[in-house]
């Protein structure tokens, strides 16, 4: 007979657990539950006990779930005892819910009877690892494809670039082959132009159908690639009838294949198809990187036959790391200036970004990438996407740390490349707004007072991408009507003059404190002044970002 103290003691302790604890019988009744199954799939837990265990999952898995829990019964054996799996769970509202489960089997004693307790499920919501394991997907593909384009700058013409693009896409994208199809529009076809594989991938079937095969628009993955102009995926390539190639695909073991365009404007270039002997997903977010990756690609094959590729590239690249217009926030003027570096060839690292978040506050940032180039682009584009991507539910230092585990996630072998950043959160009040800001080894920014006196606030912090344990502060500001706060890189404060000396901290205090009480004048005016302080400067300059956001009187 058990100890009735010990049974109340386990459960208060199982009930204080913020994971959901199920404990089945040897029929596969619900013996008991924890309470905080009411938070995670939405029942009342008295409610349960009693009921068969397929009421928590799926109608799809329950059948597969009786036929396992009985042989697990008769011979005590099952494939998810002791492991974690992530499955699918039914919330009381009747939507999925992943959880991670982890099944544990109870050894059964002598005075136990048939219906007993045979098992113990302890259920843990899922939703945030998968959102993580996502923006770290998405984020590393970002890398990727800016990598693809950086290796295609070695390319001396179109048609060497054309030949290097397939290897760098499987390699760099994790696929198993590729294939590629060079449009032409006068006989409204697609005509193969190369195929690639992984070392230990081969396509034999599909590479020999490839050589005799066109596609006219609208035919197969290519030509619907180049119809619409948007990559097309099958995730499960044998269970689609409308696929083409069906026994060559089946010959060599392909799984999954996604098409995209390579587009110059609205022209189709080209179509990349990529294929994978794993069935894989291909989320909407990674489809959205693809098509990026295809009108930078495009972009990129057109400049070169004009000769002036990797300048416009870096253009290209440089305007899509900052946001085309900033938005309108009630109460509050935003205005932003941005001068690439010197050697306008290289793609700067300099970045800023305002994004609303569901609860009507704001996300501001701006960041600087060590470094210019392709790698540096690649960086900033994975700063600026997982910062929105953590907005949503984090404060500044949460974003600031969700970038930093992001940028130690994709750097590998990769050069190190640090990363400053500066991010606020901003939230309208009565008399102005407030804002929390975290600093990441950034310049610290420059508040304007309604009485005119110009301080940094903040606390300075470590930069991003080099340590996995570093911790960011928060610090609270009021901007009462009549202030104006000012956040810039470095390229403002260390621009030098022809003697070397550089612009200053102090230099930049003076000027916000004598600017007009406007936004679009204060960037303006620090701009204006750093040119002023170039001028005729043999030192080289770096990019320069200044954003400045003014609450009007």
Not at 125 to 135: F, K, N, P, V
Not at 296 to 315: H, M, P, T, Y
Request: hydrophobic residues 45%.
């Amino acid at each position: 007979m058990p100890d009735n103290t010990a049974g109340v003691s386990a459960r208060t302790l199982l009930a204080a657990l913020p994971d959901t604890v199920v404990v089945a019988d040897g029929e596969g009744r619900i013996a008991y539950v924890s309470p905080s199954v009411q938070s995670l799939l939405g029942y009342d837990a008295a409610t349960l006990t009693g009921r068969p265990l397929q009421v928590l999952m799926p109608e799809r898995l329950r059948r597969g779930h009786s036929e396992g829990f009985s042989r697990y019964r008769a011979t005590g054996e099952g494939k998810l005892v002791g492991a974690t799996t992530q499955v699918p769970a039914l919330h009381a509202a009747g939507h999925e819910v992943p959880v991670d489960l982890t099944l544990s089997r109870l050894t059964p004693s002598v005075d136990d009877e048939p219906g007993d307790a045979l098992v113990v499920a302890v259920l843990r919501d899922a939703s945030t690892t998968i959102l993580l394991e996502r923006q770290f997907e998405v984020s590393r593909y970002l890398a990727a494809t800016l990598r693809v384009t950086a290796a295609l700058t070695e390319a001396a013409d179109a048609d060497v670039a054309f030949h290097q693009l397939l290897p760098t896409l499987c390699t760099e994208l994790d696929w198993d082959a590729a294939l590629l199809w060079q449009a032409d529009a006068d006989r409204g076809r697609l005509r193969h132009a190369g195929t690639w594989t992984a070392p230990d991938a081969d396509v034999p079937a599909l590479t020999a159908d490839a050589t005799q095969r066109l596609f006219r628009r609208g035919e197969g993955l290519p030509g619907q690639a180049w119809k619409n102009r948007v990559p097309v995926v099958v995730e499960d390539l044998a269970s689609n009838p409308a696929v083409v190639r069906r026994a060559a695909i089946r010959s060599d073991g392909l799984s999954t294949g996604v098409a995209f365009p390579v587009l110059r404007g609205e022209t189709v270039l080209a179509v990349c198809e990529l294929f994978s002997t794993a069935l894989r997903p291909v989320p909407p977010e990674l489809l959205e990187v693809l098509a990026h990756a295809g009108r930078q690609i495009g972009q990129f094959l057109d400049r070169l036959r004009a000769e002036s590729a990797v300048r416009e590239l870096a253009d290209t690249l440089q305007r899509s790391l900052l946001p085309s217009h900033l938005p309108v926030i009630p109460g509050l003027q935003l205005a932003a200036r941005y001068r690439p570096g010197a050697d306008a060839a290289l793609v700067g690292g300099d970045t800023y970004d305002v994004t609303p978040l569901p609860d009507g506050r704001w996300m501001v940032l701006i960041a600087d990438v060590c470094g210019t180039g392709a790698e540096a682009a690649a960086v900033t584009a994975v700063t600026r996407h997982t910062a929105r991507a953590a907005a949503a539910a984090g404060s500044p230092a949460e974003i600031l740390a969700a970038v930093n585990a992001a940028l130690l996630q994709q750097q590998g072998e990769a050069p190190l490349r640090f990363v400053t950043a500066c991010c606020l959160v901003l939230e309208p009040t009565g008399a102005g707004h407030r804002a929390t800001l975290s600093v990441a080894g950034h310049p610290l920014p420059v508040l304007r007072c309604p009485d005119g006196h110009a301080s940094e606030v903040g606390a300075a912090g470590r930069p991003l991408g080099i340590d996995p344990d570093v911790r960011f502060t928060e610090t609270e500001l009021a901007l009462p009507a009549g202030s104006t706060l000012v956040l810039y890189t470095d390229g403002v404060t260390e621009a030098r003059d022809d003697a070397g000396r550089q612009f200053g901290e102090d230099a930049l205090l003076r000027v916000v404190a004598g600017a007009p009480l406007d936004a679009e004048a204060t960037v303006g005016a620090v701009a204006a002044a750093v040119e002023q302080h170039l001028a005729g400067s043999r030192h080289e300059h770096d990019d320069l970002a200044v954003l400045a956001l003014t609450v009007p009187r």
